[in-house]
């Protein structure tokens, strides 16, 4: 997780959490009275019902706001709580950054009592509908497809999910990978990249040709020609996905 000492410095900056997406994550918590933020950066889509976040970056830490439930600096793949400590654990947007994808998950279902909400991508889905990706930046697909966990493993080492869609609103707050995917100018913008593991860690060596290439086509107008269709949506499932298992620890 060294990556998020760096990239973590402005993370901040353009990783908002959405309202909506907000209420999804926190409709799929059910009643639990008490939850675990597990990757937890810098405190997103935590509600008040949160107990602990673990988190492995002291950068993302320190940048949680003040109020926030306590943190501790921990790994998935070792949690330094005890069994059933919880009655949910949530884990968003982190599972492709474990070193052991086997190992984070055992550990989330051995600390839930109940209930494990994960929040992740399908890959196939993300380089099918994701304009950037397919049409501009083939290297960023390439490392996704490295690290990308297919949805069919990630619900097998829980045990079984239920899998829901979770679209993203074309006013997305949170500035994560695809979140401006009706506003392709943010793109342009290194702040907005730096936000997003996807792109920072591709390297802007490897996208610089893309990015040109979009650049020049929304000053000509041809994205917009190629991407009308895009512009009439309020949302759009480009392929993040979301997975609510019962848990079975023994409490």
Do not use: K
């Not at 990978?177 to 913008?189: C, H, I, K």
Request: glycine fraction near 8%.
């Amino acid at each position: 997780m060294a990556i998020y000492d760096t990239l973590g410095t402005t993370y901040g900056l353009t990783r908002r959490p959405d309202p909506r997406i907000a209420a999804r994550i926190h409709a799929a918590l059910g009643d639990a009275a008490d939850v675990i933020n597990v990757g937890a950066g810098t405190g997103s889509y935590e509600p008040p019902s949160t107990v602990l976040a673990v988190e492995p970056s002291q950068v993302m830490i320190s940048q949680r706001p003040p109020g926030s439930a306590p943190a501790v600096c921990a790994v998935a793949e070792r949690l330094p709580l005890r069994t059933g400590a919880a009655d949910a654990v949530m884990a968003l947007l982190t599972v492709h950054h474990w070193t052991d994808l086997a190992a984070g998950l055992a550990e989330l279902r051995r600390v839930a009592r109940r209930r494990i909400v994960v929040l992740t991508w399908d890959q196939a889905v993300f380089r099918e509908r994701f304009w950037l990706v397919r049409d501009y930046l083939p290297s960023a697909a390439a490392f996704d497809d490295t690290r990308a966990v297919p949805i069919e493993r990630l619900a097998g080492l829980l045990g079984g999910a239920c899998i829901e869609p979770v679209p993203v609103p074309h006013d997305c707050t949170d500035g994560f990978g695809a979140a401006f995917w009706r506003r392709p100018e943010a793109y342009l913008d290194p702040r907005v990249r730096a936000g997003i593991s996807l792109f920072a860690q591709t390297g802007e060596d490897a996208l610089a040709p893309g990015l040109t290439a979009l650049r020049d086509d929304l000053a000509t107008g041809r994205w917009h020609d190629r991407h009308a269709d895009l512009l009439t949506l309020d949302s759009m499932d480009v392929g993040y996905r979301l997975l609510v298992a019962d848990s079975r620890s023994p409490g």
